[in-house]
């Protein structure tokens, strides 16, 4: 199964910005889409992003469109998230994975993204 290392996380302002990074450590080949998902603290993970790995398909839920920016680069196997005009909802550890999930997900250890005035 693929293995994710997740990065870039940290504590900013409300209205600041983040840039996260995700390594796929083994071949995703098979896996089509990729995205970010966020899971806040006592809550299940939350869908925030997904492209293909050609970099010119890309869906936002509502919640963060027009705020973030899904980018990958397909040679080095990286997923990145620019995330801009972040809010206390934005608040949770961030995780990337395949796309569609798999019936029995494997996660990272995930990024912790923390905005707070």
């Known amino acids: 199964q693929v293995q994710f290392v997740e990065s870039g996380g940290g504590s900013v302002q409300p209205g600041g910005s983040l840039r996260l990074s995700c390594a796929a450590l083994e071949r995703t080949t098979n896996h089509y889409f990729m995205a970010w998902f966020r899971r806040p603290s006592g809550k299940d993970h939350e869908f925030v992003a997904n492209?293909?790995?050609?970099?010119?398909?890309?869906y936002y839920p509502y919640s963060v469109k027009g705020r973030f920016t899904i980018s990958s680069d397909n040679a080095k196997k990286v997923l990145y998230m620019q995330m801009t005009k972040l809010t206390p909802e934005d608040t949770a550890v961030y995780y990337c994975?395949?796309?569609?999930?798999?019936?029995?997900?494997?996660w990272g250890q995930g990024t912790q993204v923390t905005v707070s005035s």
């Open positions: 994975n395949t796309f569609p999930l798999p019936s029995q997900p494997a």
């Open positions: 492209i293909n790995w050609v970099g010119d398909v890309t």
